[in-house]
């Protein structure tokens, strides 16, 4: 018997873990979000609203509390991000990051990516898509919760211009293989590896401290960058 689709198991992007925001996070949202924080009625438009400059659009999906998304727009001020995010206090504090360093390339999302791709992002419109250390799922049983999977992956692609680029980072090797055969599967993407593994990290992802501590204790990191085909 066919499951009625009111009951269909969907994808979620996330799985909601929400912690108690500080004082500065809490103030951060509640002044910031109108200028910065977009609904998920708002979306991308073909004359880049709601950015004030024309260019290239890059989506960060889990940005965490948005250290990394930020220094980011600081060293990229010609390039827009779209943070997405379900945390409410990475996003008070990626506000915050925002308001400290003037950034006007930035607009968020606290949502789930699936509905924001889905009905916020035109298709064949990014430049490129970043999911930076998602969760692992370590557990063998708990695999099937992992972001990274082909659904996932086919619906990013459909968001991404031609010659647009999926890049992926994780410090969980087995996680970093399960990702590496999901995208080697997609048809529309091709890896920029030259030997189709793993490329060094791009200078465009910023070395956070808790990979630094990582490499210092041995531990390894993985990236990934495909790029859509023609």
């Known amino acids: ?10 994808i979620r992007s996330f799985v909601r873990r929400e912690g108690r925001m500080t004082t500065g996070q809490k103030k951060a949202y509640e002044s910031l979000w109108p200028q910065y924080g977009l609904d998920p009625e708002q979306k991308l438009t073909a004359n880049h609203a709601p950015f004030t400059q024309a ?9 965490g509390m948005g250290d990394s998304l930020a220094q980011q727009a600081i060293v990229q001020p010609h390039t827009n ?3 997405i995010e379900v945390h409410r206090p990475g996003v008070g504090h990626l506000l915050s990051l925002i308001a400290k360093h003037e950034l006007d390339n930035i607009r968020i999302y606290c949502a789930d990516a699936v509905e924001v791709l889905k009905h916020c992002i035109p298709d064949n419109s990014l430049d490129s898509v970043q999911i930076f250390f998602p969760d692992p799922w370590p557990k063998k049983r708990h695999h099937k919760r992992r972001l990274v ?30 990702m590496l055969e999901v995208l080697s599967t997609c048809t529309d993407l091709e890896n920029t590896s030259p030997n ?11 070395l956070t401290k808790f990979e630094s501590r990582g490499k210092r204790l041995g531990h390894g990191v993985w990236d990934l960058v495909f790029r859509k085909k023609p």
Do not use: C
């Open 1 to 10: 018997m066919t499951e009625p689709e009111t009951h269909r198991r969907t």
């Open 55 to 63: 260019a290239p659009v890059v989506v960060e999906i889990g940005f």
């Open 81 to 83: 991000f779209i943070g």
């Open 149 to 178: 999977q082909s659904p996932m992956v086919n619906l990013i692609t459909s968001k991404l211009k031609a010659g647009g680029t999926l890049h992926l980072a994780t410090d969980w090797e087995n996680y970093a293989e399960h």
């Open 196 to 206: 189709g593994l793993f490329v060094e990290r791009p200078t465009s992802r910023p």
